[in-house]
């Protein structure tokens, strides 16, 4: 049973983190512009989040300590210093997306401009966070969460291309429009290894009290949870493969989004398209917010956890109640909830490097992972990530400005 | 030990088991024809800031001044400090030190007076 509830982590863990207005976004309209060709951008990337995530939970069994804690202990504040400014502007702009994210499905279904539901968003998530238990977090956005399902339905129900889907996981040139091409392969995977996701994994990991005994379970979890978000993310990108493609909608406006499951499933498709959207994005929120109230708690060694009273931790709960303020703001200038999406992911994209290399090399900590340290797949792995991420990090403002 | 490895940079608990900020700077005393030994543990934004560079620190005291806010600096005294292991543990009342400075004003003056901020939960065993 215990592990059950664990499993529930890594499922909440995809849902608000793998899932979110990001990865919906990159699929739709990969899926729109190039049919099925871009499915091994999502595999890729996929593969790369679970071993992020399964070092990030093996850190935290280990050590007891979270990502944050360890990388500042180790490295010291001098260097830490950058990854955390770094991480907290991403975090900034991916949280007023994905209250876009929220505030667009409220649009879809109330014919309202998404501007006027930023602060009331903001407010609810605020208060989910503010009321609710560290479990009730992961469970209710878990359950919640299954609605997502609906597009794997959808994406069965218009019957496609199973020789085309098989050849989209291979790698391949695009023959038209390559640097928009490349340029979608880069912003899917800026979505889905959000870095956010792995801060909110270990102090999560931390919080649950993880020890060394539960490191097949946090394996497990980081397979079964990372690989549940990424089904629905692949069938996102072939709902919109077989649904706006065909119609030559190019998803350059969001509001022809909700067409896809629309086309699939009739008028019950265009609320679940809201509700997957709205709930995929609610479950970011609450993430993200208390993603930025743990790191910064961990980085200057105060008290923390969701579980306390918010008088006995007042700086963490004024940190997420703060950036939620921030990050509503951001929500109300930015001009399109779409194109800050597609900016947010290519900035997280820039950033990835030295997020990400500083967390590999402390995978090979002896003082921290004793016996548990990376082994050479998952060193071999690190390798590709690292050298990805950089080479996307050079890549990504050209391709921004041919190719966004 | 290690002073920088083991020490710089580690979780400060006080005699609570209370989270009492990382060890932001160390501070050693010189002394003629003994060796140097460790006087006290420092913690603070102007340490950090210092730590980036000197120039952040005196900018940040300017702006100390304007406010007309002094702070005073927090020193846990190397006697204090009782275990080095993964934290680092100090026989001090965090509450009462300037550490908790901030905390308590946010506690009194902003999350304190929200409906429902007293309110801790006590979730199942996982």
Redesign the interface.
Known sequence: M?KV??VALGILTSIGGFLDVGAIATSAEAGAVFGPRLLWAIAFSTLCIVFLVEMAGRLAAV???TLA?AL??RY???F??IPFVCELIVDLLVLGAEIGGVCLALQFVTGVPFRWFAFPVALLVWLFI???????VEDATAILGLVTIAFVVAAFRMKPDFHAIAAGFVPSLPTHDAAHYWYIALSIIGAIISPYLIYFYSAGAVE??WSVKDLKVNRMVAVIGMAFGSLVAMAVLIVAATTLLPAGVAMDRYEQAPLMLARALGLAGFYFFAASLGIACFGACVEVALSVSYLTAQ??????G??????????F??VY?GFLLLAACVTLVASDPLKLTLFTMALTVVMLPVLLLPTIMLMNDK?FLKQHRNGWLSNTMGVVIVVTAIVLSILAIPLQIIGG | MDLLLDVLDQQLVDKNGRKAGKVDGIAIELRDGKPPRVAYLEMGTDVLARRISPRFERWLQKWRKWMAREVEPFHVPWSKVKKVHLTVDADIDAAKEPVYYVEHWLAEHVIGPIPGSEIAHEDKQR
């Open positions: 215990k509830l664990m050590s007891k300590h804690d500042r202990e010291g504040w001098r830490f210093v503010w009321v609710g238990s560290f479990s009730l649950d009290g980085t200057f060694g105060w008290n923390w969701e579980n306390l009273a918010p008088k006995s931790n007042a700086r709960a004024a109640t003082k």
